[in-house]
């Protein structure tokens, strides 16, 4: 159960980032329009690819040899570094959701839903690169629970800030709120960042 709670606490940090797919859904909820479609396709976008990158690494696991796995660790901490400075800078505060009034079809509903999330670098490296790596230490059931609770994480984010955005558009509009969310990230993040650099120490 700890490694569900790990798995949710996780994605939903990775989740949390600001970025167009979350602005997209965000857009949409405003506009309501199509929003389970758009909502439901991040979400199963999201459960694909998290299992995806958790068992490439599980079914690979034997290709890791120890310079690999320091390699592969290396560069998560260097991805996560990243990552964190990059809600530290200023510019990633300024949020600007700006909706117009124009609807469209729903096959441009979807179609649009798909681009915003699979032409989207980030996706990738946070399911693929980010949660498989993470995850490559575990077995099969840790895995498998850290799996789904990062799946639920993405499944809840999508939904809630899609169903409730036009409640809540001043709010979402609030830098401040925003600020606040980014530096709960980087909080938690920091926490992440000291765990893969023991993982890193631990095996010189």
């Given at each position: ?71 592969l660790n290396f ?82 984010f999508f939904f ?45």
């Amino acid at each position: 159960m700890s490694f569900l709670f790990l798995g949710f606490v996780t994605g939903l940090s990775l989740i949390l980032a600001i970025g167009p797919q979350n602005v997209f859904v965000i857009e949409q909820g405003l506009k309501k329009n199509f929003l389970f479609y758009v909502c439901f396709i991040c979400s199963i976008s999201d459960f694909l690819l998290i299992f995806l990158g958790i068992f490439i690494f599980y079914y690979y696991q034997d290709f890791f040899t120890l310079k690999i796995e320091i390699i592969l660790n290396f560069l998560l901490l260097i991805f996560l570094m990243y990552f964190i400075w990059s809600k530290i800078k200023k510019e990633i505060f300024k949020i600007n959701i700006i909706t117009n009034t124009k609807k469209y079809s729903l096959s441009n509903t979807i179609l649009k839903t798909l681009s915003f999330t699979f032409l989207n670098p980030h996706v990738y490296s946070d399911t693929l690169f980010f949660l498989g790596n993470f995850s490559k230490g575990f077995n099969l059931k840790e895995k498998l629970f850290f799996g789904l609770g990062a799946s639920l994480s993405s499944f809840l984010f999508f939904f809630i800030i899609g169903y409730l955005s036009k409640y809540m558009s001043n709010y979402l509009n609030n830098q401040k709120v925003w600020k606040f969310i980014n530096m709960t990230i980087v909080f938690i993040m920091s926490f992440l960042t000291l765990y893969v650099l023991m993982e890193l120490v631990n095996l010189f």
